[in-house]
Every structure is written in structure tokens, then in C-alpha cells.
């Protein structure tokens, strides 16, 4: 896993959504890696720019706040781009165009220089474009250097554009011009002086179910590890340094690269390969009237599919006159619903948590009548789309007491071929969190579910009278490897701010006993009780560690991590925002699976209402953070999170007042 600690995320927008993207605040935006060419108004290092065409390297932002190349064609003229290492490994030249103030399509032909191919032309680029080239509107083209009669292991020197019909045109901008691979295979890219990279891809189908669109497409994870510096013609920048990363841009389609479960974490669909894209908070649509749902605090109640051969939808569940099943099939980006039959769904209203097996089944807890509840649903689908759900089990009674007057929060793991669950609630004013297992993936009865040791019942973990529930949380999360769970108490945003004496933040070991059960460890403090203000927003699982984030009383907003020998690694990485007077809020996270890249969405409020409230998606490529500001702020009921998405993450977020869900993601796809 170390070598990801050498790859450099590439990160950029994708035209079309323009209604839901900003400008990151407080981001450096160049692009890392000889696989880009251009981007956001500088060239990367080792490339050169020359022509004979007017151009402007960095005209005013107006590409979704990347700034563009602006080029001016007379008759004839050209661009171009050189590089004289000369590049192998690729297969495809990438880049955005706009016709800007054109009133018909400028001519352009694409020209490239290849090692014993010499300069080699396409008439134009319509054909490779995802639409025509006209005035005001970006288009996305990926031109197939077979096209030019090259293979990747052909060595690549120049990239030219020029003008093809004699005619002087009015300026047309450029972003993003790249090189990526995305055929199939395990081949690399590299430069032709030596420079090794990686290289891959991952595909998945199209198709479409109830007016929306599903994820398929194609994209590809291209890298390269050339430097050096720019020689002549327009300066080069340098920044990507040596063994820099490409994610190469895919213009809007999607990999789901067919669905795998992560190695016993928290899952994750295979393909990571993309651009960054992220939508702010906005609420469901009304389905029967206004979706809502219950507090949540960090804890899952998203999933993304992981059924083999399946579209990889990402669906939640919230109720108005029922339970219903809210679903995207872009990614987040806009939801629908899916119904059931099911009679005993008005029941179920009072949702805690859900997640999904290896197999495809959905497990959900629920509170009703003075206890924690069990039920598991059955997927229906018309082809890859989720087009029902139903139940198979439910109203099974969980072997804990629990006060379903006061808040109920829980926590659902698939650990290993069992069901693990933790639930906290409010006994007569004061705090306790539960856990338990269940005997197998699919029980049927309370008897199925007994204590992490395998006895009846279920273990009280944590108990205490020095403060309850209402502002105070605690949650879960296991590393895939080991099957060792470290429970996360501490404070959470009830109130703007909390004070010395019950603010602790304390993690507890849970280990296995190597025949399904575990053991349960000691309390152990983060930070303890003499500071303001540390609150837990989100804890999530990977292979090799449990990641908490939480807002430090002396340093802001941070992620820390612990491994299975119980190592504690505090700043995993740079804190995600700065330290601010009684800092406190909710949030969710999720750690991709080369435990480097973080996804992060936060509200995060200051001591009095009002006065430095932030929502922000945030993304950690392993170099810096990338930060959208969302101007939806304020107190709410509570953020959660998702499970089986190790490229990107989608919360809910809970109005305040109403209740009402609303959504936001920030993934790569």
C-alpha cells in the first residue's frame, strides 16, 4: 500500500453540471502530471507551447473557474504542444473546446508528431467530440490515436492543433488537454526516456429505468513519471515533480467497472478513475409529501450497490406517509423513488441504520415500541436498475434494552459472515451504547443475535451518568483486515458549543477471538475532558485502519487513524479546516481503498448561531485538500453517511426545522 504514498491525484470538473458546481475555495488547481498537458492556464512541466496562432495561455476563469487557453485561428495557423522526451503508454488525446462567440463550427484538425510516424493529421474533430462544436458550449473529445495510426507504444512528441479551412475564426477556448489510456489491460504508461507509470481501466454498461441514467461508460487510471522543465515557446510549469499521477478525465461517463465488495471494510465499488465532481446540499423531492428522516450523526444510511452485474445505484431510505426508497443512478447527482408492496412499511418510519451484504440483501434497523428492531430487504430489479424493494425478514426484536422515548441512534456492520451492530440511547438521563452480533448474515429470530462474546443478550459497552445522549454519540467502524472494531463516545453538535467536563473523546478496542466473537478492550482517551469542544462527526473503516474525524478543541476540523495493533496516528492528514472558537457540527467521511484519498462532507457551526457557520465538500488526493463551500449552513438535525462508495461519498443532511433529507456528494467518476 506504500506506493500510493507516491501517486498524485488529478482532479478537474466536468461540463454540464454547472448549476451545481463553484469554484473551490482556498485550492491550488494545476493539474500534477505529465498525462495533462494543459490545464487552468499553465502548462505542465516538460511541455512547451508554440504556434503561430494568437493565444492567450490564461484567459479570464470560465471554464466551471479553471481558467482557458484562448486561441485566435487565421487561415492556417496553428498550436502547439511539445514535448521532447516523447510519451508511450497512451492511447487517447482528451480535451474540452468551446466555440466561444462562433457562429458556425471553426474548422480544426487535430495534428500529431510520432517517433518513425512522423506528423500525422485527422481531418477534424467532430467526429470524436460528444457533440458539435458551436458558439457558448463546451464539448468533450477523445481522439483515439489509433486514429492518427499509432498505438501506445508509439512514442508521442507533439500535439498541434491547426485550422483547416482557410477561414479566420473568432477565438475558441481550450481546457484540459490530456493523454490517457483507457483501453483494458495492465500496461502502463511511461515517458520514452524511461520513466515508469501504471496504468489501467474499468468499464461499465449503460442503461436507463424510469427516466434516469445509470453509470457505464469508460475511463482509465493513466500515470507518468516525467519532470523537467519547460525549454522554449510559452513557459511550462512545473509541480508535478516526479512519479505524478494522472485520473484522466472521462467527459461525463461513469465507471462502475463492475461491482466488487473491498476487502471487509466498508466496501467500495471497483473504479476510481475519473474527474472531480460534487453537487451542494439540496432537498429530496416531495414523493407523497416531504422525505424525512431521523438525527443522524456520522452514522451510515446510504449505500451504494455492490450487487454483481448490477448499475451501482445509490439509494437510502425516508419516509413521508411510508417508508420509500430514495435512489440515484448518477452518482448522487439527482434522485428519484422506488416503491414496495411491503404493508408493513408505515412501521418502519422510525429508521436508524442499513447496510449491505456481500450477497445483496439489505439489513436495517429501526426503533418500535420500546425496542431496537431487525428487518432485512430483497432488491427487485429490471435489468442492472433497482426497480423495488421488499422484505424477506422483519419486525425481529434486537436482545437489547432500549429507550425509545429519548433519542436511539445505532450503527450496522457486515463484519466478516456476520451482522455486528451498536446502539446508544438515553436510560433515565444518562448514556449507554450496546453491541451485539448476529450468529450469521441472515437471522431470523432474537435468538439469533447474542452478545460479541456468543452468550445471550447483549454487551454493554460503555455506561456512564455524567452526561446522556441527547449530546453525546458513539459509533463504530472495523479494519477489513483483521476484523478488529474500535468504538468510538464523545460529544456531537447538539448545542453550539460544549463546555469543559463531559466533553471527552474516548475509543475502545474491540478484538477478535478468531471464531466470529471478539473481546472487548478498555476505554482510552483522545482527548479528554479538561477542553472544550471535541465533537465526533464521522469514523469510517479500511483495510488497515479505523479513520475518526472530529473537531480538535485546540487545532479545527482533523482526521486521525488507528491500526490493529492499536498505533494512533493523530493528523493523518493536514486538518481539514483551521481552529475557530467552539468549533463544533456534523459530518461524514469516507477513505478510499489505497487509504489515501479522503472524501469529507461537514457543516460545521461556531459558538453562536450565525457567526462562522461552514458547509463544505471536501476531497484529500494525498498532496492537498480540494474544498467546495455549499451555502446551505446552519444548525440541522444531523449528517449521515454511506457505505460500499470508495471513490466518493454522499451524505443527508436533516433540516432544522421540518426534517426534511436533503443531499450532497463529492466523488470521482
Known sequence: MSNYNKLFVIVTLLAGCSDKIVEPIGVAKELLSSAIIYNNGKITSGWTLTGNANRNLGTTPSYFGLKTLLVTFRSHTYITFQNPKGFVGYDTLSFYINGDSNTSSPA??????????????????????????????????????????????????????????????????FSTVSLSQTSNGSGGASSAGGASSVGGSNSGGASSVGGFSSAGGSSALASSGS?????????????????????????????????????????????????????????LPAHNGTITGGWSNGEPVLIKDNTQGKAGEIFGFGCSDKLYMYISRDNGQSWGFVNSTDTFLPLMCNYLTSVQDPQGFVHFLYKE????????????YTGPSITGF???????????????????????????????????????NSFRLQMGRAKTLFPMTTADFTRLDGAAGSNVIYETTAFNNHDH???????????????????????????????????IRIVPNGNGTWSVGSPIDIVDGSFPNPELLSVYG????????????????????????????????????????????????????????????????????????????????????????????????????????????VATRISDPGNAIQTAMIGIY
Not at 497 to 507: A, F, H, K
Request: proline share 4%; glycine share 12%.
Open 108 to 173: 480544426i484538425s487535430p495534428e500529431l508528431n510520432f517517433q518513425g510516424l512522423g506528423w500525422v493529421s485527422v481531418p477534424s474533430i467532430d467526429p470524436y467530440c460528444d457533440a458539435k462544436l458551436t458558439a457558448n458550449k463546451w464539448v468533450y473529445c477523445q481522439i483515439p490515436l489509433s486514429a492518427f495510426g499509432a498505438t501506445p507504444s508509439t512514442a508521442l512528441y507533439n500535439v498541434s492543433f491547426a485550422e483547416g479551412a482557410g477561414k479566420t475564426w473568432k477565438p475558441v477556448s
Open 227 to 283: 519532470t523537467g522543465g519547460a525549454s522554449s515557446g510559452d513557459s511550462g510549469v512545473s509541480g508535478s515533480g516526479s512519479g505524478g499521477t494522472a485520473i484522466s478525465n472521462v467527459g461525463g461517463s461513469t465507471s462502475t467497472g463492475g461491482a466488487t465488495s473491498s476487502s471487509g471494510a466498508l466496501g467500495g465499488s471497483a473504479g476510481t478513475s475519473g474527474i472531480l465532481r460534487r453537487t451542494a446540499f439540496a432537498q
Open 369 to 380: 415500541s420500546g425496542s431496537m428492531r431487525y428487518a432485512r430487504f430483497g432488491l427487485d
Open 390 to 428: 421488499h422484505s424477506n425478514v422483519r419486525d425481529v426484536i434486537v436482545p437489547n434494552v432500549c429507550n425509545t422515548n429519548m433519542d436511539v441512534r445505532a450503527t450496522l456492520q457486515v463484519v466478516g459472515n456476520t451482522l455486528v451492530y451498536e446502539v446508544n440511547d438515553n436510560p433515565s
Open 473 to 507: 454519540h458513539g459509533t463504530f467502524a472495523f479494519i477489513g483486515a483483521t476484523q478488529e472494531m474500535v468504538v468510538l463516545i464523545g460529544a456531537m453538535d447538539a448545542e453550539y458549543g460544549q463546555s469543559v467536563g463531559d466533553t471527552m473523546l474516548r475509543r
Open 542 to 649: 479500511t483495510q488497515n485502519f479505523v479513520w475518526v474525524m472530529y473537531t480538535h478543541p485546540t487545532e479545527g476540523l482533523v482526521i486521525d487513524k488507528v491500526s490493529s495493533t492499536g498505533a494512533y496516528t493523530h493528523n493523518a492528514v493536514p486538518p481539514l479546516e483551521p481552529y475557530r472558537y467552539m468549533i463544533n457540527g456534523n459530518g461524514a467521511m469516507s477513505v478510499a481503498a489505497d487509504e489515501v484519498r479522503v472524501f469529507t462532507i461537514t457543516n460545521t457551526l461556531s459558538a453562536y448561531p450565525g457567526r462562522d457557520d461552514r458547509t463544505t465538500q471536501a476531497y484529500w488526493d494525498g498532496f492537498s485538500w480540494t474544498r467546495f463551500s455549499d451555502p446551505t449552513t446552519g444548525d440541522m438535525w444531523g449528517i449521515g453517511s454511506m457505505t460500499g462508495w470508495n471513490s466518493g461519498l
